[in-house]
């Protein structure tokens, strides 16, 4: 039927502990291949921040999408609205529990309300489509790999461009106690 939307897509990975004081990391696409189950905690935090990069660096946000948060009837926030607008590529991650990222196609209306987000992509209309990749010329020699700054959101601190050297203050004495 033409004019109808295709429901909007979520990508959901997550690092679980266990009572063996090890964690593993699933992703909801069961065609994704994930490392196993370790101590390395650490590890594993930076491989799943990497896993949803990748995810997001794959998705194309499709204009004809329905957006997915309306799908979960709204789950991801709290107040109500009427999903409206263009498609976005959104991720979802409270940086205080760190465990789960949420990567999903959602409405501009949805996208506002929903804390802790990132948008990542948006939607082009139908009839601005990007130029196929086939008629880019590439490049006689690859360039060097430079480090993609770190989008709000991700942990992978390999990733994070380099910060300017900060200016320490000079150190100031305690001040001394007062004695009642």
Known sequence: MPGSRVPGRTWTVRLTGHADHSASVTCSTEACRMPPRSK???ALKRFAAEHVRAH??????????????????????????????????VLVHNPAVGQ????????????????????LGRSQ?????APPAASVPAPATAPAAVPLPVAGGFS?????????????????????????
């Open 125 to 129: 209309p139908q009839g601005r489509q």
């Open 56 to 89: 997001a660096r794959l998705a194309t946000v499709r204009p004809d999408t329905a957006c997915a948060c309306r799908a979960a009837q709204c789950a991801l926030h709290e107040a109500r609205t009427q999903c409206t607008g263009s498609t976005l590529l």
């Open 156 to 180: 992978s601190p390999q990733a994070a461009p380099e910060a300017p050297a900060a200016r320490r203050r000079p150190h100031r004495p305690a001040r001394p106690r007062r004695t009642p």
């Open 40 to 42: 390395d905690t650490a």
């Open 100 to 119: 789960v990222w949420t990567l999903a196609e959602i409405c501009q209306s949805c996208a506002p309300l929903i804390a802790h987000t990132a948008i």
